[in-house]
């Protein structure tokens, strides 16, 4: 009975050490998980400088999902070239940028995707005295077009540049951010300022407002939408800022990019859910240049859609992802870090479960046979003492919990011979009892003789 003990035990004894083995990366895997999902309620995003719409844009950002409770990291950039530099860099720490079409491609960041469109980005391009309508080209002239790693600037570059409006060679370039190049323009320190920016920019604003500064229009509009796809032919209807003036006098061509909510791809879908539901409540609105729901816009123009952005845009946010809090829905959502250390506990687990079941049912009925063999022992060492009828007594309630023994099937068979045995030793009680005998040595249930 012992040695049918211990062979049963040895898959108890190797499960011990390897569930130990398992558990304890599995427990430093769901530590992980949880600080990482800690870190991830925080996001960084680029910030372009003050004037700009995207400086107003993200700090909505920030307080819509504020309510949610994610944190929006606001990290200054010079503009768009700059940020997706940086959002292509995983060691930047930025997850998130508005940036106009016409800057990247998915070939030149694969590791970039689109939430869709979100408004428009005019090329607004400002003089003191109508310079482009008159001259038809800018030379000679004092430009800003925006810092170094702004859209504004590559773009300017490569659209106006090689369109003829820009003479580069005899114009002077400056790299003023949006407020610097307001003030400048007002008191006649440039003679052009270039802005890439949304109707609603503080500092395209303040200069369609300001006297002695004058919106040029772009005489081929058409052209420069047909020879750039992620271009966009717009009109500013005449009279829009000020209707007593008028101002503009007349109808004012316009080119335009759409902005794109642009994310790492590794960015949890609970943030970029959180991210499109902040995208619909801040751009759904109607105004300058777009109806009511026309943004955000399911639009791949340089980058792809992400795949929860699909999904969002088709069905909404999924239903886990809607009720449930953030830190619980970004522990569920990454399944696979936690996942696997599972599996590799459970894998053993399943092998050995059977032994294991097998073990312990067996258990039962050995731990009775135990008793049974102590009691032997104990009446074989008392002889024919007073004591028999207590020995007698342990054998029939040993016997009746026998009897009530409650086993599967597979395991009857022991049980019946627990029982048997039982009724052997019983047997030979009452035979050295009737028949008293010098005490020696007696082969007891389970031995091995």
């Known amino acids: 009975m012992d040695s049918s003990s211990h062979r049963i035990a040895r898959p ?3 499960l011990i050490p390897i569930t130990f083995l398992v558990l304890v990366p599995l427990v430093v895997c769901l530590a992980f998980v949880l600080l990482h999902s800690i870190q991830v309620r925080t996001v960084a995003m680029a910030v ?31 503009g768009a070239l700059e940020s997706v530099a940086r959002l292509r860099d995983p060691k930047s720490g930025i997850s998130a940028a508005l940036i106009p079409d016409g800057i990247t491609t998915e070939k030149d960041s694969p590791e970039l995707v689109s939430l869709g469109t979100l408004f428009y980005q005019p090329f607004w391009v400002f003089s003191r005295d109508h310079l482009l309508q008159k001259h038809k080209q800018l030379r ?22 090689r369109g003829g409006i820009i003479d580069r060679k ?12 307001v003030q400048k323009l007002i008191h006649g320190e440039i003679d052009v300022a270039i802005l890439l920016d949304g109707w609603e920019s503080p500092a395209v604003q303040q200069l369609l407002k300001a006297k002695d500064v004058n919106l040029e229009s772009i005489s081929r509009a058409e052209a420069f939408a047909a020879l750039y796809p992620y271009l966009n032919k717009l009109v500013l209807p005449a009279g829009v800022v000020d209707p007593a003036e008028p101002r503009p006098a007349t109808d004012t061509l316009l080119i335009a990019s759409k902005s794109s909510l642009v994310i790492r791809k590794d960015l949890p879908p609970t943030i970029q859910y959180l991210l499109l539901e902040a995208a619909v409540e801040i751009h759904s609105t109607p105004g300058m240049f ?6 955000p ?7 792809p859609l992400s795949t929860y952005a699909r999904e969002f845009y088709k069905t909404g946010t999924p239903f886990l992802h809607r009720h449930l809090p953030l830190w619980l829905a970004l522990l569920v959502e990454q399944p696979v870090v ?25 258990r039962r009925v050995y731990k009775l046979y135990a008793e049974l063999k102590r009691l032997e022992d104990e009446m074989l060492l008392a002889g024919s003492g007073g004591v028999r009828l207590d020995y007698i007594e342990r054998l029939d309630q040993l016997e009746d919990r026998a009897n009530h023994l409650s086993v599967p099937s597979p395991f009857r068979p022991l049980v019946y011979g627990l029982r048997l045995h ?13 028949q008293p005998q010098p005490r020696r040595h007696h082969r007891s249930v389970g031995s091995n003789n």
């Open 12 to 14: 108890l004894k190797t």
């Open 338 to 362: 936690w996942i696997i250390p599972l599996v590799v506990v459970l894998f053993p687990l399943f092998r050995l479960a059977p032994p294991i079941y097998d073990w312990f049912e067996r």
């Open 48 to 78: 372009y400088p003050e004037g700009s719409l995207n400086a107003e844009l993200v700090k909505q950002y920030r307080e819509v999902l504020g309510r949610d409770g994610l944190d929006l990291r606001l990290v200054p950039s010079a």
């Open 290 to 295: 777009r109806t009511s729901d026309e943004f």
């Open 140 to 161: 000679g002239l004092r430009i800003s077009i925006g810092p170094e790693g702004s859209s504004s600037r590559a773009l300017a570059l490569e659209i106006l540049g």
């Open 170 to 181: 005899s114009a002077t370039l400056f790299s003023f951010p949006p407020s610097e190049s």
């Open 297 to 303: 816009a399911p639009e791949s123009i340089d980058l």
């Open 422 to 434: 039982i009724d052997m030793v019983r047997q030979r009680s009452e035979k050295t009892v009737s």
